[in-house]
Every structure is written in structure tokens, then in C-alpha cells.
């Protein structure tokens, strides 16, 4: 049998092309070290072992490199040869599951069972209420197909930067008000469509949980997608969620679908708390009236509901035209103690507070969804 070098080995790989740069493994300069070459002279067979290098562990190309760079060099050096191809990532694989967010205390879902209830204003003036009140906060916009907190926090032309921790690169979220902020807005084209499959959708979500450094928080608010979807049970199967607020206006056929958003966390195998509802425009008040209410969607219905399932109605929220216009001009309401409305962000988020806390001392830990 031909002896075996190392100079032989790197010929080999030298005709294999990495699909990622169109140039072969030696220029890519995707091998670690010199192979190193062995010969076991009971069994007359030699061997090679080979590190390859690359960028991350999700490379799309990983498997087909290294069964391409296998094949090249028993078919260069020999089919006996005994193959060992170990792989090394640049950068560092991101936490498994279970293991991500570790200095974050609070995991909140606010989540709707339609559109249009309002559930993204909530979701923002509560986490800004919350950081008003003394406490860490970061909000993640999981919609990644309307994404709207860039514009209601006024920061639609900011692009968020990345820094190298731990070996990783790393989103850091935009800070405003008090609160981290990221969302998938952040990195589309606000006026173009993202048509995207599930997978890329979920993929991009991941991203925007694992691979950001979220620091340490007190409380991380999920404003979720209405409905329930691959979203939901992504965020379901990735993080251990503290507890769900169900967002509803009073108008029965919105309740309808409320009352599915809380089925789906207190599914059996799901187990999220639901720690409260929230009417939002329940009712309607003019600025130059504030002692009136006009009821336009119905009286007191999530009120109602709240009592049927046994959960908190955490508030009830108006019909102010100054929530639209400050949502619209990224200065949400809560930043404003002095209004009614800002009041009323603001007695939700310390009746948040009260909930998580008595949740968090009566009840275990949610488990992600798939784990033991």
C-alpha cells in the first residue's frame, strides 16, 4: 500500500469546492490543522484525520462538505484509507434550547385571537409603563409579517448593530424609552411585503431571540401575531413562557377568538397561565367630555369572559384618539403619567407586576413545549 502524507491529504481536499465561496476547501481556508496521518501496521491500513472549519454550525453546506471531502480523499489516496473529518465553527454555536435567556427573569406573551384589537399598542405602552415603574424591560416583536413597533417607537430608520461576545456576533436591540427593542422591521424594506414560508419566518424569529444580546431583564414582553400560528408554537417550543395576556375589545365576535387564544396556552400540552385579560377601546371618551363613555363595541364583555374563565381583567383601556396619534408618531401614551390614558397604562403594568408575582409563587416553572 502507497504510504500516506499529509501533503497527499490537502491535494485531496483541494478538488473539493465549498458551495459557499465557489473555491475548494484549501482555499476557503476551511482546514483547521495539518492533517495528521496514521498507519496500524497489524491491520496494514492507514488513516487521516481532518478538521474543517466553519463559519457557524447551521451551515447549509456542512454535511454535503464533509461527505464530498470523505469521498475526495479515498478516492485520491486510497479506498481503504480510514476517514476521521471532525468539524470547528468560527463562530460559537448558538445556547440549545432550555438555555437561552438566562438572566431573564419574565417571559410575557400578549396575544390576541384577531387582528385589530389592539394588541401591539398594549404590548407597547405596557413595556414602556413597566420600565417607567423601575423595571428591566425588552420587547420583542414577533410579527414578522406586520411588524409595527419600529414605528411606534419612532425608530424605523435605525439599524440595529452587532458586537462579538463569547465568540458569538450578536444583535444588540435599540434602546429607547427605557426599553430593548427588536423586530424583524428592523431589517426589511417597511414598504415592501416579506413573503416568507413558515420556516424562514420561524428561523428569523429564532434569530431574533437567540442570537441578540438581551442582557439582563426583569421582564421580556412577546408581542405575538394575532390568531394562533407557527409563530406561537415556535415561541411555545423555545422559550419557558411566565404567562399569556389575552388582548380583546369587548365586541363579541372578538371575544370569540379570545376565548381560543386562551385555549391555546391552557392546552394540556402547553400549560401557559394566563394571567390575565385586557379590554382595550372599552369605551369611548371625547377629550372635551372625560366624564362621559360611549360604549361603541359593547359593554364589559372581556369583563365578563375574564369571570367565565377564572382570570384577572388586568384593565379596561379607552377609546382615546390621542392612543392612535401617539402610536402613530412614536411617542406611545404611557410616557405621559398626567393623561388618562397613561394612568391606565400605567395601573396595567402594576397589575402585571402583582400577577407575576403571585404566579411565580404559586405555580412551577412553564416547560417549553417537547421537553420533559
Partial sequence: MEALYPKKVLE??????YAGTKKNLVESEMIGDTPSVGFDRERNVWSTKVVLVFERDTDPFLKSTVKAAEAAIKYHCGKDVEVEIETEF???PRPEVGKLLPDVKNIIAVSSGKGGVGKSTVSAN?????ARLGYQVGLLDCDIFGPSMTKMFGVEDVQPYAVKKDGRDLIVPVEKYGVKLLSIGFFVDPQT??????GMATGALKQLIGDADWGELDYLIL???PGTS????TLLQTLAITGAIIVSTPQQVALADARKGIDMYRNDKVNVPILGLVENMAWFTPAELPENRYYLFGREGCKQLAEEMQVPLLAQIPIVQSICDNGDQGTPSALNADTMTGQAFLALAQSVV????RRNATLPKTKIVGTK
Fill in 12 to 17: 485531496a481536499l483541494a478538488t473539493v469546492t
Fill in 223 to 225: 408581542d405575538t401575531p
Fill in 230 to 233: 407557527d409563530i406561537h408554537l
Fill in 193 to 198: 411585503a416579506t413573503l416568507w414560508r413558515g
Fill in 354 to 357: 402583582t400577577v407575576v408575582r
Fill in 90 to 92: 468560527k463562530r460559537a
Fill in 126 to 130: 405596557l413595556a414602556i409603563a413597566l
